[in-house]
């Protein structure tokens, strides 16, 4: 991988797909390298190992960005213009029905799963 005259902008469509481990971590290597350098680096990847060394994680769903993730490695879900909320997959996992109650009170919103009516 080679990146001529610090580009304002790297696009990296899979970069370490059908790399062996240490080809993978070299084009990774560069891609922070020119992400320190100034260049912003924007990278899709189902690869781990990019996940792991990003500063800043886009997720999307269905093509929707559905999360954001900071330096902070806080996850911060995503509400669309149609007021709709798509959770982590792992959250996802405590709604089997899909439905879930809403609760407001102050300054905080509680999503929790609806009750058995059986």
């Known amino acids: ?17 059908e790399l062996d481990h240490g080809h993978a971590d070299r084009v990774l290597d560069a891609l922070a390298a020119a992400a320190d350098e100034g260049s912003a680096v924007v990278v899709s990847s189902h690869d781990p190992r ?3 060394r990003a500063g800043r994680l886009l997720r999307l769903r269905d093509g929707v960005l559905s999360s954001e993730t900071a330096q902070s490695r806080e996850t911060v879900a995503v509400i669309d213009n149609a007021g709709r909320l798509q959770l982590p997959p ?8 899909r439905r879930v109650v809403v609760e407001a009170g102050g ?4 999503l929790r799963a609806p009750e058995d009516p059986a």
């Open 1 to 17: 991988m080679a990146l001529v005259a610090r580009p304002a902008l790297v696009v990296a469509d899979e970069p370490t797909a």
């Open 50 to 52: 990019v996940t792991e």
């Open 90 to 97: 792992a959250l996802l996992a405590r709604f089997p029905s």
């Open 107 to 110: 300054e905080h919103v509680r």
